[in-house]
């Protein structure tokens, strides 16, 4: 772990031609239509509908629509200057029991949406899995069961048969630490169980899923076109509140389950051997079978990195109260197996709405570290950005300072570790539009754009603006400059 590092930012900050400027979203907190065209419930529509899991009941039913205004966000995307857009499939509107044949009518919303963004200049850049399992494929046992992997596999040769002569930029899983640990750990994710062995149990399903992807995305996509593979990795850059040995451990344990978990099979072929001691306690791991990490190893061509704020930690003290705000959301259930004696702290100083710290140093440190782990391998920024409590103005305009601040810091820290050697290839900003936030429903808002939930109208924020310039430019100019 380095600390942040403090040289002089490069006067001119110009990133080069070819860097991808792009705004993501997820399937699930934009489409809506729920029901429509086939589409059947996936974990997130069965978790929303239960009463108690989300802020105030709400759910994706309609979310902002983009399903039926998909023509009117490209519009936007263009406005805004983006040269790339990161979104995701929704698997049970193109697979809806999660196994067979696919519905056309499920695949032609992306093929269209595919073809809407070529024509206008802006590369796709597509996501199999952002957290929305087919609920049939959860009442066969999810991700814990290895079937799930299997029928990942076959879903992804399905939309790369669908959109592969269209789409250079594959990302099979989104975040899969918030799919296992969130999801069937602490259970503030969909689908909300909270079983410690079932989380690491998934987490190697997501592995292997991940590589069974890969190869079908091989096997499937047209010989002959260039292609993008990658993962998107919520990379946690976790730091220690002391020097102590005990608060050294607690970042080694944090990084395990955390990071270690996910690149030591996808990059390695191997689980690290200390995540297997810290969780020995909980299982044997004998649902890894031989040549399944060997499989999650398959060549990737970019790493995606998700960062928005690092990870403090300690170790807790015998007999000590035990401080559970890792920023993750509330629950008696960790999410951290292997992990117990772990304190998670909040840093001092400026937070986001959603509470997060805002550091950019950790980002940099972050980017440095993954690129001197594996060099050669290309990363983008695959997500980051800011909530916060927009005002809108009388006019209906959102003027947003303080998320041009936060993205303006975060592109600094990622043209200094740029100039510093790491190879970047994007940023992708979260989010294009306001969205369901998971478990906080609308109440956040990430959106570059602002959308009104009662009109669905979409306004830009004057953040989007500022973007705008950047991303057509090329050059980073101060949120401020004009
Ligand atoms: O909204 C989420 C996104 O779905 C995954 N990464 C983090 C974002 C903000 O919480």
Redesign the pocket.
Known sequence: MTASDTRPLTAVRSFPPGFLWGA?T?AY?IEGAAAEDGRTPSIWDTFSHTPGRVFEGHTGDVAVDHYHRFREDVALMSELGLNSYRFSVSWSRVQPTGRGPAVQKGLDFYRALVDELLAAGIEPALTLY??DLPQELEDAGGWPERSTAERFAEYAGIVADAVGDRVSRWTTL??PW?SAFLGYGSGVHAPGRTDPVAALRAAHHLNLGHGLAVRALRAALPAGRPQQLSVSL?LHEVRPLTGSAGDLDAVRRIDAVGNRIWLGPMLEGAYPEDLLADTAHLTDWSFVRDGDTATAKQPLDLLAV?Y?APTLVSEVAEGAEKPQDDGHGDSEHSPWPGADRVAFHRAPGERTA?GWPVDAGALYDLLKRVSAAYPGLPLVIS?N?A?YEDVVGPDGSVHDPERAAYVHAHLEAVHRAMADGVDVRGYFL??LLD?F??A?GYA?R?GAVRVDYDTLERTPKSSARWYARVARSGELTAPDAG
């Open positions: 993501a997820a907190q952002h957290w989104n975040e918030c919520n998700n928005y959603m997500e950005g909530a979260w989010s969205n936030e998971w906080y956040k990430f």
